[in-house]
């Protein structure tokens, strides 16, 4: 509850707090959590207790939407036999698809998947995007989990009636709730395949993915395997500065 | 600069040809890994697997030609021995050509 004296302390202290400048030498913690943060796609077996989920969902709860519509919906699973029911669900779809889109293999089979996966290619530009068709393989080889052994899993539905681009709101309160984890030591994965459940009626009941909802993305949280955190070099991008009236090119 | 041309807009690249697509690739120091296959586990591609025996146990790329790295340096990130270093992105060409990007550095802090 807030009372009235809490919102006044708290006005004080940052009133207090204001300087013109300040220098920031080291990582800030929040820089630290943004920064150490690993996807984590090896977990303990060990269940995440409830309050700490709780805790994550307050943080995505909290997240910035356009105009406030808060698009989301959350359902937490943590029952192991689901879990692994859907990772079998998907890994026969993975199968199935790419025994038809593997045009690695030879003969009249080879020619007739080369036409149909640059056919599927061309109209889902984004999930046959080599890297993901790459994915689709090594699931249907069975090399790949779906959630990594994860004992919990978020998935984040999307009410398609959202404001501007809920899409884009979803993923900024998934994100709230990846770093919230990651600040109590938990790892977290993205796993945007959950979007083939939608395929079985039984999955689609399950989860409550009925108008106007939609399945968007599923979130892995489990206590990590090994120390997986840390930084890393990763690329860098040409941003333009703009300033003056000068532009530049700068990484 | 690079950039996108009317040809790449509009072709598709063959995702197993390596005289277009350049993959990801791993570097393993072979003098400092031990092989303790952590990076194995973890490799969101399963583009490692660990050869050899006692203490010839090393890490290594499993696909040496088109690899399923994505250089997201995962393997990186766990390793203690300071082993393993991704430092070229991939690239599929054509359509999916990647554009406006730098050299791989790690975070930098600016004062």
């Known amino acids: 509850m807030v009372t009235t004296k809490n919102r006044v302390s708290t006005k004080n202290k940052s009133t207090e707090e204001t300087k013109e400048e300040v220098e920031f030498k080291d990582w800030t913690e929040t820089e630290e959590v943004i920064l150490k943060r690993r996807s984590i796609r090896k977990y303990k077996e060990k269940q995440v207790p409830e309050y700490l989920v709780k805790r994550i969902l307050e943080a995505g709860r909290f997240a910035p939407s356009q105009g406030n519509c808060q698009p989301w919906k959350f359902v937490v699973v943590r029952d192991k036999e689901i879990l692994d029911d859907m990772e079998k669900f998907v890994i026969d779809k993975c199968k199935t698809f790419y025994s038809l889109l593997n045009y690695r293999r030879g003969g009249i089979k080879g020619k007739l998947s080369w036409v149909f996966a640059k056919l599927m290619i061309r109209i889902m530009k984004n999930d046959l995007h080599p890297i993901p068709f790459g994915a689709v393989e090594i699931m249907s080889q069975e090399r790949f989990r779906l959630f990594h052994g994860a004992p919990t899993v978020i998935f984040i539905l999307m009410d398609e009636r959202g404001i501007g681009k809920p899409q884009v709101d979803v993923g900024i309160c998934g994100e709230n709730m990846v770093l919230a984890a990651h600040s109590f030591g938990l790892g977290t994965c993205w796993v945007g395949f959950v979007e083939v459940l939608r395929l079985a009626s039984k999955w689609k009941k399950l989860l409550g993915v009925e108008y106007p909802y939609h399945i968007i993305e599923g979130i892995t949280v489990g206590y990590p395997f090994g120390d997986p955190d840390g930084m890393i070099p990763r690329d860098t991008h040409e941003t333009l500065w703009i300033e003056n009236g000068k532009s530049e090119i700068i990484f | ?111």
Do not use: W
């Open chain 2, 1 to 111: 600069m690079s950039y996108i041309r009317f040809i790449d807009k509009i072709r598709i690249p063959n995702y197993y040809n390596m005289k277009i697509v350049t993959t990801g690739k791993a570097i393993i120091d072979e003098e400092k890994c031990n092989g303790c296959g952590l990076c194995t586990k973890i490799c969101p591609g399963r583009a490692l697997g660990v050869r050899g025996e006692g203490k010839e146990k090393k890490a290594y790329m499993l696909d040496e030609e088109v690899t399923p790295c994505v250089s997201c340096n995962c393997c990186y990130a766990i390793c203690k021995k300071d082993a393993i270093c991704s430092t070229t992105g991939f690239d599929f060409n054509y359509y999916y050509k990647q554009i406006h990007r730098g050299a791989f550095e790690l975070p930098r802090k600016y004062t």
